[in-house]
Structures are given as structure tokens and as C-alpha cells.
Nanobody
């Protein structure tokens, strides 16, 4: 059974950095595109960043220049390096992946940006 497990969330001051990780288990073949979404309280879930199987990355305008998505295919892991964090980045961050024509979600990790 495929499972995605996020880690690395926490409380950080404005201007600080965090690195999220998402490890996939139950994987036997290459994973397709991997993504990070986030959902702030009372708001819809939004796409933050996508990385293709060939390492092409795309970002939401709100995080361009501050966030970097990367992946380690040998470890079946995707990362999100978040720099210059702002209070409006506060949300639950979810990992998402395409694998064998199905789409999988992690349980989410809380990121809180506050002084």
C-alpha cells in the first residue's frame, strides 16, 4: 500500500526557514509528478509547487523566489525548502504524488509562522 508521510513542520518566526520532507513507502516503480499543497484555516487547499519526474518545477506566484521543491528518486522523497517565511504561509502542508495512474495524499504537517 502506498503511503506518503510528511515531516519538518513547526513554528518559525517571520523571515525564518523550514524544510519539509515527504517520504513515500510501498513504492516499487518510479513515482510520477510530486506536489506540495497547503490549506490555511478557513481557506481552500491550494497548489504550492510541483516537480515532474524529470525535475521540472513550477511554483505558485505567492511562493516564487522563496520556496524550492526538489526530489530524491532513490529515496522516494520530495522536499520543500521554505525561506523568508511570512505569516500568510501559515497552513497545513500536504504532499501529493502520482503513481500508477492514481493520486495519493499525505496526512499533512502544520507550519506556523508567527513572532
Amino acid at each position: 500500500q502506498v503511503q506518503l508521510a510528511e515531516s519538518g513542520g513547526g513554528l518559525v518566526q517571520p523571515g525564518g526557514s523550514l524544510r519539509l520532507s515527504c517520504a513515500a513507502s510501498g513504492i516499487s516503480f518510479p513515482i510520477g509528478a510530486m506536489r506540495w499543497f497547503r490549506q490555511a484555516a478557513g481557506k481552500q487547499r491550494e497548489l504550492v509547487a510541483t516537480i515532474s519526474s524529470s525535475n521540472n518545477a513550477n511554483y505558485a506566484d505567492s511562493v516564487k523566489g522563496r520556496f524550492t521543491i526538489s526530489r530524491d528518486n532513490a529515496k522516494n522523497t520530495v522536499y520543500l525548502q521554505m525561506n523568508s517565511l511570512k505569516p500568510e504561509d501559515t497552513a497545513v502542508y500536504y504532499c501529493n504524488a502520482d503513481y500508477f495512474l492514481q493520486n495519493y495524499w499525505g496526512q499533512g504537517t502544520q507550519v506556523t509562522v508567527s513572532s
